[in-house]
């Protein structure tokens, strides 16, 4: 099993960044692919980007791309996502998630099978 936990969310205003941390722990060895994803209210959850643990590709819906980053420190088992020039569309709970072994790249939720508790992140003036 593998543990996620998140943190860095909270109320910013438009225009400005955050940054997201998700720790994993547990075993950590099941972890191919680890992504963020966000649903807001009354939504279904979006994919936001995603990269592999072992590599350095990347992967962004197209919302996000230029305001977004994904990176990893896998010494800390800790993946992040910066983000800036935030507007109200990217108000949402951002979940950190982890795909097993077995298939490629996925942007569809049902793919990944473990899941943090989420982090709030709201943009508003």
């Known amino acids: 099993q593998v543990q996620l936990v998140e943190s860095g969310g909270g109320l910013v205003q438009p225009g400005g960044s955050l940054r997201l941390s998700c720790t994993a722990s547990g075993r950590t060895s099941d972890i191919y692919i680890m992504g963020w994803f966000r649903q807001a209210p009354g939504k279904e959850r979006q994919f936001v980007a995603a990269?592999?643990?072992?590599?350095?590709?990347?992967y962004y819906a197209e919302s996000v791309k230029g305001r977004m980053t994904i990176s990893k420190d896998t010494a800390k088992n800790t993946l992040y996502l910066q983000m800036s020039s935030l507007n109200s569309a990217d108000t949402a709970v951002y979940y950190c998630a982890a795909q097993r072994p077995g298939g490629g790249f996925s942007n569809q939720h049902w793919q990944y099978d473990y899941w943090g508790q989420g982090t709030q992140v709201t943009v508003s003036s």
């Open positions: 990269m592999p643990w072992i590599g350095d590709a990347t």
